[in-house]
Nanobody, 126 residues
Framework: QLQFVQSGGGLVQPGGSLRLSCAAS????????IAWFRQAPGKEREGVSS????????YYADSVKGRFTISADNAKTTVYLQMNSLKPEDTAVYYC???????????????????WGQGTQVTVSS
């Protein structure tokens, strides 16, 4: 059963950096799309970034492009989100999730994803 355990996050000042981890529980991420989403209070869940485990194709929302980097370890068991130059508007609960996809293109529609992680709070504030 698809399941992830998240770690990382916390409180950081504007301009700071954080790294989130998303570890697959008991399986290897072969031929999956794995994505990070975030949800701020009173707002809908937003797709932040995705990576295709088949060929490494990545996607970034315009709001994070150039600041966030998604990556996967060589064992294909953990996906990371490196977040640099953080802004107060990045404050949200961040979630990882995945779905089976042999191709390189990943949808960012939350309903397509499963195995949601428990969520990690990221707060950017001075």
């Amino acid at each position: 059963q698809l399941q992830f355990v998240q770690s990382g996050g916390g409180l950081v000042q504007p301009g700071g950096s954080l790294r989130l981890s998303c570890a697959a529980s008991g399986f290897i991420l072969d031929y999956y799309c794995i994505a990070w989403f975030r949800q701020a209070p009173g707002k809908e869940r937003e797709g932040v970034s995705s990576i295709s485990s088949s060929d490494g194709t990545t996607y970034y929302a315009d709001s994070v492009k150039g600041r966030f980097t998604i990556s996967a370890d060589n064992a294909k068991t953990t996906v990371y989100l490196q977040m640099n130059s953080l802004k107060p508007e990045d404050t949200a609960v961040y979630y990882c999730a995945a779905y089976i996809e042999p191709g390189p293109w990943c949808t960012m529609t939350p309903a397509r994803y499963g195995g949601w992680g428990q969520g990690t709070q990221v707060t950017v504030s001075s």
